[in-house]
């Protein structure tokens, strides 16, 4: 998938102005395991605070990330280009990198009308522009959201070297730098 037809395919959608207010909004993204999300929307400009949880209905809950972000830093447009591009991949069903389960599975659960008819508009462009190799296994669902324990919040920053943060990891941050140095916030 290249990214310069991700932002051809996506520019009528990412073309919705910056807000002045709210100061704050939230999304919430399934995506993997929550380690490496919480990492790399760490590193995203206009991003105030990332959560690790788990989210959806009690039965089927995913590892998830809330994500506070200030809409006239960076949209939730293109909150979901990074989610799509560098945070994981979402033509994965169930499953992302050595993750396997239903808890790992890619899905938005939006937080207002709004950000479900962007979700869904910003999917079917992606689906229909055939730019990965596999249609999108992304789901959009609604749910609570569970934020997960000390311990387990900002795990990639303070266990930097742990192999599992290396293989899978690091790399998106790499990717996110790359891929979008205006965002990029060491």
């Known amino acids: ?60 809950r995913a590892e ?25 991949d979402p033509t994965q069903v169930d499953r992302q990198g050595p993750d396997v389960g239903h808890s790992y599975r890619s899905a938005i659960f939006p937080q207002s009308a709004d950000q479900e008819r962007f979700a869904r508009a910003f999917i079917a462009r992606l689906d229909n ?11 959009i669902e609604r749910g609570t959201f569970e934020a997960v324990g000390p311990d387990q919040q900002h795990f990639a920053k303070k266990h930097p070297t742990y192999s599992y943060i290396v293989v899978n990891d690091v790399p998106k941050v790499a990717a996110l730098r790359k891929r979008f140095p205006a965002f990029y916030k060491a």
């Open 1 to 60: 998938m290249k990214l310069a037809k991700l932002l051809v395919v996506t520019a009528a959608l990412l073309a919705v102005p910056a807000q002045s207010a709210p100061k704050g909004e939230t999304a919430v993204l399934s995506g993997g395991c929550y380690w490496g999300m919480q990492e790399v929307f760490d590193h995203v400009k206009g991003v105030t605070n990332v959560v690790a949880g788990f989210a959806g209905p009690a039965s089927a």
């Open 64 to 88: 998830a990330v809330t994500i506070n972000f200030d809409p006239s830093q960076i949209s939730y447009a293109q909150l979901l280009q990074i989610y799509f591009t560098v945070a994981h």
């Open 129 to 139: 522009a055939h730019l990965f190799k596999a249609p999108i296994a992304t789901t």
